[in-house]
Every structure is written in C-alpha cells, then in structure tokens.
C-alpha cells in the first residue's frame, strides 16, 4: 500500500517570498510522483510529475520539486511567489505496476499555500 | 490543449434518489478513473476503469455505485441510492500509458 502525508495544511508567506510544500510519501515499490494545484472552485491541475531521470523537475511557473528516494520525499519550492499562487497544492504518488491497473493516484491532505501582499 | 468535461458542474438531489455524474474524456486516452473530494478532506479514489471494465475500485466504491463507458466516449458515474455522505467534488480523470493524467473540473454533488 502507498500513502502520503503532507506535512503543513496551512503554509502563510508574503509575496517575493521563498516557500516549501512538504510531501513524504511510502510505498514497498517504485512510485512517480506528482504535485497538483488546485485553484478555488476549480478541479485538479498539474504542476509537474517525477517519473524518471532527473531528481528535479520543474513547472512553468517556477515551480520545482526535488525526488529524494533515501529520505521518500518530495517537496515543492518556489524561490519566489506571487498573490496568484495562492490555492491548495496536493502531492500525489502511484505505482509503476503498469497493466490494466495503470496506477491509481493517492492523493496527500492538501496544503494551502496563502501568499500575502 | 485537450481537456476533460464533466456535467453538470452542481448537481443537487434528495437522499435515496439516483444520481449519473457524466464525463467526456480525452478520445486517446486509455484509462479512467473517478475521484472523489469531501469538502476539507483529501481526494480519494474511487474506480479505475481499462478496456471497458473495472480495473481497480476503493472500498468507497461499494454496490451503490456503477461505472460505465456505453458508447465510446462518455464515462458515467451513477450513485444508486445517494446518502448524505455522499455530497462530494466528485473528479472524472483520464490517462494515456504515460502517467499523463489530466482531471476534469468536477462535478459538486450535494445530497440533501
């Protein structure tokens, strides 16, 4: 079984500010991982995703988030937010266990990222 | 960018009645799945869905509940005999074999 835990459910900074958004996650087999936002009254998007490769991945709003398979962590970072970046961030991991099964998501408790003037 | 529709976007319904949550998937995707968010609580799964049948279900997924793909292109949701419990964002999502998941806006279901 996998699971996630996200450490802060609320995180308040000020604008220009850096961030972190803690995410551990375990599982007993190899996982991809992935950082969804979610904006009021909206649904899920993603952020980025850690499949292969490079233990740091990148969005395109300046978003970053580091694979750290000793510590099973995946934390996302930001060097600095804007007002817009205000909304709730979920990480979330799946399996590779390929098939008919292709890898449900389970989802952490969500942090909610406020970022103030 | 292709996207993912789900109707309607609120739905309200008394308890014990039927309710079908519908969702257009993306046409080359492989899987499927639904999701679920209870107001301040995380996003749990409910059922995968691969090759016109059930790959995977949560124990959420109980006999009140139903998936279905009837003609190629819509992906149904149905809650048999809804609950109280039951008011949730409920998440339609989708996936081609690389991990690239991509969610609908949602459906909010409210049991009353």
């Known amino acids: 079984a996998q699971s996630v835990t996200q450490l802060d459910s609320q995180v308040p900074v000020f604008e220009e500010a850096p961030v972190e958004l803690r995410c551990n996650y375990s599982?007993?087999?190899?996982?991809?991982l992935f950082w969804y936002v979610q904006y009021p009254n909206q649904g899920l998007q993603l952020l980025l995703k850690y499949l292969s490769g490079s233990t740091l991945v990148e969005s395109i709003n300046g978003f970053e988030a580091e694979f750290n398979k000793s510590q099973t962590s995946f934390h996302l970072r930001k060097p600095s937010v804007h007002i817009s970046d205000t909304a709730e961030y979920f990480c979330?991991?799946?399996?590779?266990?390929?098939?008919?099964?292709?890898?449900?998501?389970?989802f952490g408790q969500g942090t909610i990222l406020t970022v103030h003037p | 960018e292709p996207e993912v529709t789900q109707t309607p976007s609120h739905q309200v319904t008394q308890m014990g009645q039927e309710v079908i949550l519908r969702c257009v998937p993306i046409s080359n995707h492989l899987y499927f799945y639904w999701y679920r968010q209870i107001l301040g609580q995380k996003v749990e799964f409910l059922v995968s869905?691969?090759?016109?049948?059930?790959?995977?279900k949560s124990e959420i997924f109980d006999d009140q509940f139903s998936v279905e793909r009837p003609d190629g292109s819509n992906f149904t949701l149905k809650i048999r005999s809804t609950k109280l419990e039951d008011s949730a964002m409920y998440f339609c999502?989708?996936?081609?074999?690389?991990?690239?998941?991509?969610f609908g806006s949602g459906t909010r279901l409210t049991v009353v």
């Open positions: 599982s007993s087999v190899s996982v991809y």
């Open positions: 869905f691969y090759n016109n049948e059930i790959s995977e």
């Open positions: 999502a989708g996936s081609e074999r690389n991990y690239g998941y991509t």
């Open positions: 979330a991991v799946t399996s590779n266990a390929g098939g008919t099964s292709y890898g449900k998501l389970t």
